[in-house]
């Protein structure tokens, strides 16, 4: 089972929340058991798995990539954006995560997100469930 999730993000640097619409998938499909892969196929994006209950980890995580990684710290990439391309290949572009009993297995207090390191645009995520 695959489907694509489009993501529109409005800022340079942003994670958004996608586990909601991960779980509707099991849920739609009525995956019991296995795995799904939630993947971005964008070289100035990724996904990652962190903190969900407080937002203000969004922000400590974005602000201190780009100050780990400013934007304009003189790389010599044409478009400007090897800020983005660095940050991508830090937070990789995909995750793989459990399912059991129709549910994903996540920490208490983990969630799913989508890496914005080059917007605001219309990005794409691709979800591939293997039952097992």
């Known amino acids: 089972m695959k489907a694509e999730l489009s993501v529109k ?3 340079r640097n942003q994670l958004v929340d996608i586990t909601s619409r991960v779980e509707e998938f099991i849920g739609d499909n009525g995956i ?11 070289t100035t994006a990724g996904i990652t798995i962190n903190e969900d209950a ?3 980890v969004r922000s400590d995580i974005t602000n201190f990539l780009s ?21 991508s290949t830090l ?17 208490r207090w ?12 219309s990005r794409r995520v691709i979800l591939k469930a293997i039952s097992g």
């Not at 019991?32 to 964008?42: A, K, S």
């Not at 100050?67 to 940050?87: Q, T, V, Y």
């Not at 459990?98 to 549910?103: K, M, S, T």
């Not at 983990?110 to 645009?121: A, L, M, S, T, V």
């Open 54 to 56: 407080d937002p203000s």
């Open 91 to 107: 937070t990789g572009a995909s995750e793989t995560i459990v399912i059991e009993n129709g549910r994903l297995i996540l920490g």
């Open 9 to 11: 993000t409005d800022s």
């Open 32 to 42: 019991e058991d296995g795995i799904v892969i939630v993947y971005t196929p964008h």
């Open 67 to 87: 100050k780990l990684i400013p934007h304009e710290a003189g790389f010599s990439h044409a478009e400007g954006n090897s800020d983005s391309h660095i940050k």
């Open 110 to 121: 983990q969630g799913i997100y989508f890496c914005e390191y080059d917007g605001p645009r």
